[in-house]
T-cell receptor
Framework: QKEVEQNSGPLSVPEGAIASLNCTYSDRGSQSFFWYRQYSGKSPELIMFIYSNGDKEDGRFTAQLNKASQYVSLLIRDSQPSDSATYLCAAHVANDYKLSFGAGTTVTVRA | EAQVTQNPRYLITVTGKKLTVTCSQNMNHEYMSWYRQDPGLGLRQIYYSMNVEVTDKGDVPEGYKVSRKEKRNFPLILESPSPNQTSLYFC????????????FGPGTRLTVT
C-alpha cells in the first residue's frame, strides 16, 4: 500500500466550477500536509500546506484535513483554465526527514 | 532571484558512463533532496541532506550517490547508469532541517540508452 494515495483522475471540470481533489495517507504519524501544483513540463510548486484539522483557505484554494479519517482534500473554487495542471499531495511524518508524495491528480478546466 | 538550479537540463547518455547532475540553491536552505518522477509513480525520493556533510537514503537510493560538501550544492552522481534510471529528476530545498515546504529546481530529463 502506498503511503499517500490520490484519486487517479483525470478530473475535468467546467470553468467557474469547484474542483475537489482527495488524498488519503496511511501513516498516522503524519503531521504536515502539502499540495503542490505541477504544470506540464514544469517543476512542482507549493500552493498550500496544512497542519491542523479543519479548513485552511488561501484565495480560491481551500485545504481540508481530517486526521481521524486520514484524508486531506483540496478545493479549487471558481476554477480557471490556468488551474489545469497535476496536483500532488504530500505528507510529512513528524521527526522524519522524508516527504511522501502521491502520484498526482490531473485537473483539466474546460473553458 | 531566489532559486534552485540544476544542470544539465537534458542529458542522453549510454549505459555505464558515469555522470553527475549538479544542484545549487541560493536561499541558504538547510535541507536539500533529490527526487525522480516516473509516469504513474509520482515523485520518489532518492537521497536527502539535512545539512552539510549529513545525507541519508530516501525510498529509491540504489544506483545513486550524493555529497553535501557545501550548503548550497547537492550533486547527484550516477556511477554506472542503467536504462531503468531513465527518468525526470528534481532537486529541491527547504528552510530548516526537514522537508517542510520545498522549492524545486527546473528538472533534469535523463535518458540512458
Amino acid at each position: 500500500q502506498k503511503e499517500v494515495e490520490q484519486n487517479s483522475g483525470p478530473l475535468s471540470v467546467p470553468e467557474g466550477a469547484i474542483a475537489s481533489l482527495n488524498c488519503t495517507y496511511s501513516d498516522r504519524g503524519s503531521q504536515s500536509f502539502f499540495w503542490y501544483r505541477q504544470y506540464s513540463g514544469k517543476s512542482p510548486e507549493l500552493i498550500m500546506f496544512i497542519y491542523s484539522n479543519g479548513d485552511k483557505e488561501d484565495g480560491r484554494f481551500t485545504a481540508q484535513l481530517n486526521k481521524a479519517s486520514q484524508y486531506v482534500s483540496l478545493l479549487i473554487r471558481d476554477s480557471q483554465p490556468s488551474d489545469s495542471a497535476t496536483y500532488l499531495c504530500a505528507a510529512h511524518v513528524a521527526n522524519d526527514y522524508k516527504l511522501s508524495f502521491g502520484a498526482g491528480t490531473t485537473v483539466t478546466v474546460r473553458a | 532571484e531566489a532559486q534552485v538550479t540544476q544542470n544539465p537540463r537534458y542529458l542522453i547518455t549510454v549505459t555505464g558512463k558515469k555522470l553527475t547532475v549538479t544542484c545549487s540553491q541560493n536561499m541558504n536552505h538547510e535541507y536539500m533532496s533529490w527526487y525522480r518522477q516516473d509516469p504513474g509513480l509520482g515523485l520518489r525520493q532518492i537521497y536527502y541532506s539535512m545539512n552539510v556533510e549529513v545525507t541519508d537514503k530516501g525510498d529509491v537510493p540504489e544506483g545513486y550517490k550524493v555529497s553535501r560538501k557545501e550548503k548550497r550544492n547537492f550533486p547527484l552522481i550516477l556511477e554506472s547508469p542503467s536504462p531503468n534510471q531513465t527518468s525526470l529528476y528534481f532537486c529541491a530545498s527547504s528552510p530548516g532541517s526537514g522537508p517542510g515546504e520545498q522549492y524545486f529546481g527546473p528538472g533534469t530529463r535523463l535518458t540512458v540508452t
